[in-house]
């Protein structure tokens, strides 16, 4: 059971908008934490994504966006392409002074 | 380039020990926090482990605690993680992770990310 959570699995076909939400709580987002994403390519690391909450990474496209309110945060994807079929997770931190991750969502494209 | 190598996986019996290493080359090791992330054969990830810059604080999360220890040596570039008293609930692909920041903050985020090692824990 992770403590941020995520949708197991989100679709979309190709040139539509995507969300994936992250639900955390007031011991870490809710704190006033960061919430950051990462993208997990099948076969691959994990590369960050958005971090800061809103912030994109020189090199990852802007159809890539993040935000957040309260205790949860969300990741946008606009004009979905095949290319972006993997997993996504949200990291925070936590009071208890643990890294936290979400349980992660499987992007399909249709 | 930032680049991140871990090596050391492998199979273990229950009850064994392992050390993993991960070397760092293309920026200021010594200048970064380090974690270790893992994740166990179709999960999520799970933290493991943190250090920062200097190697002066370490953190775990409660799952490792009392069996891993995390280290680094800032002359070599290179983080490690001794395992031990391993279970089978440990297999999983280990990350070497670099931090923002020298120390270990609530900003924390990782980038870049190593390509992983295996380890394993059966007998």
């Known amino acids: 059971q992770s403590v941020l959570t995520q949708p197991p699995s989100v679709s979309g076909a190709p040139g539509q908008r995507v969300t994936i939400s992250c639900t955390g709580s007031s011991s870490n987002i809710g704190t006033g934490y960061d919430v950051h994403w990462y993208q997990q390519l099948p076969g691959t690391a994990p590369k960050l994504l958005i971090y800061g909450n809103i912030n994109r990474p020189s090199g990852v496209p802007d159809r890539f966006s993040g935000s957040k309110s309260d205790t949860s945060a969300s990741l946008a994807i606009t004009g979905l392409q095949a290319e972006d079929e993997a997993d996504y997770y949200c990291?925070?931190?936590?009071?208890?002074?643990?890294?936290?991750f979400g349980g992660g969502t499987k992007l399909t494209v249709l | 380039e930032v680049q991140l190598l871990e090596s050391g996986g492998g199979l273990v019996q229950p009850g064994g020990s392992l050390r993993l290493s991960c070397a760092a080359s293309?920026?200021?090791?010594?200048?970064?926090?380090m974690s270790w992330v893992r994740q166990a054969p179709g999960r999520g990830l799970e933290w493991v482990s943190a250090i920062s810059g200097s190697g002066g604080s370490t953190y775990y999360a409660d799952s490792v605690k009392g069996r891993f220890t995390i280290s680094r040596d800032n002359s070599k570039n290179t983080l490690y993680l001794q395992m031990s008293s391993l279970r089978a609930e440990d297999t999983a692909v280990y990350y070497c992770?670099?931090?923002?920041?020298?120390?270990?903050?609530?900003?924390?985020?990782?980038?870049?990310w190593g390509q992983g090692t295996l380890v394993t824990v059966s007998s």
């Open positions: 293309g920026f200021t090791f010594s200048s970064y926090a």
């Open positions: 992770a670099k931090h923002s920041s020298s120390w270990y903050t609530s900003k924390n985020r990782f980038d870049p």
């Open positions: 990291q925070s931190y936590d009071s208890s002074l643990s890294v936290v």
